[in-house]
C-alpha cells in the first residue's frame, strides 16, 4: 500500500512539472520578445531544457513502467512515447534554437507527458478499487 502512495506521488510530481514545463515553453518566447521593453535582458541565464528531459525520461519511464505492472493497460505509455519523442527532437536537436518549432514541440510534448501521468494515475486507481479487499 505504501508503494501505491509512493507511486500517486511520483505520477503527481510528473504530471504537474510535465504542464509547468509545457506552460513554461509555450510562454518563454513571449516573455523574451517583452524583457527588452522592461529593460531586462537574458545574459546568463542557464539553459536546463536537457535535464528537464532527462529527469522527465527518468520519471515518465519509471511510473508508467510501475503502473503497468498493476493495471496492464498500454494507453499511459501512448501518450508518453510521443510525448518524450518530441521534447528529445526540441531539447537535443539543432531545432534546440528557442525558436518557435523549439517551443511547439516542447510545449506539445510536455502536455503529453502531463496526459501520460494523470492517465497512469487513473489507470493505477482503478486497478486498485477492483481488487478485491
Known sequence: ???????DRADR?????????????????LALALM???????GGWVDID???TVFATLLGCTTLAIGWRRHRAFRAWMLLLPGLALV???????????GPLHAALMTVGGL??????????????????????
Open 1 to 7: 500500500m505504501a508503494t501505491d502512495c509512493k507511486l
Open 13 to 29: 510530481i510528473g504530471f504537474a512539472a510535465s504542464f509547468l514545463c509545457a506552460l513554461h515553453c509555450a510562454l518563454l518566447p
Open 36 to 42: 527588452p521593453t522592461l529593460g531586462l535582458s537574458v
Open 50 to 52: 536537457q535535464a528537464v
Open 88 to 98: 528529445w527532437v526540441g531539447a537535443f536537436s539543432p531545432l534546440h534554437d528557442h
Open 112 to 133: 503529453m507527458i502531463a496526459g501520460a501521468h494523470l492517465m497512469n494515475l487513473r489507470l493505477t486507481h482503478a486497478a486498485a478499487a477492483r481488487q478485491p479487499a
